[in-house]
């Protein structure tokens, strides 16, 4: 749990209307409203200050998706493969899909840890 004493950076929250997001694999809530929430945290150059902040990432982000949220993934929380499943949940299998088929060679995006095994194979 984030307390509101933990909170020493900026938070974005706003609303965004569902139909207004219209690429295949943006993966949002089932709502037509839909927001955005982002805590814009910053940690000390120390490594356990970055553990730390990265453990409290995991666990927000788990109870959030555990109410239906989903995240953007363009934030400090790594994915594993499981969790780029979970995310793209019923369009997995077309994502995948078209992975192989546009980057046979396996040259684009491979940092994110989307296909990091033969799971993706369609």
């Known amino acids: 749990t984030l307390t509101a004493s933990e909170v020493r950076d900026p938070i974005l929250l706003y609303p965004l209307r569902r139909s ?58 790594p994915f594993s493969q499981e969790d780029w499943i979970r995310h793209f949940d019923d369009s997995w299998e077309t994502f995948a899909h078209l992975k192989n088929r546009l980057d046979p060679q396996k040259l684009l995006s491979p940092g994110q840890g989307i296909f990091t095994s033969e799971i993706c194979s369609v």
């Open 20 to 77: 207004k997001l219209t690429r295949p694999f943006i993966k949002t809530p089932k709502e037509e409203t839909i927001y955005l929430f982002s805590i814009l945290q910053t940690a000390k150059p120390d490594p356990e200050a970055v553990k730390t902040l990265m453990a409290k990432n995991r666990s927000l982000f788990e109870r959030a998706r555990n109410l239906g949220g989903k995240s953007y993934p363009v934030n400090a929380l």
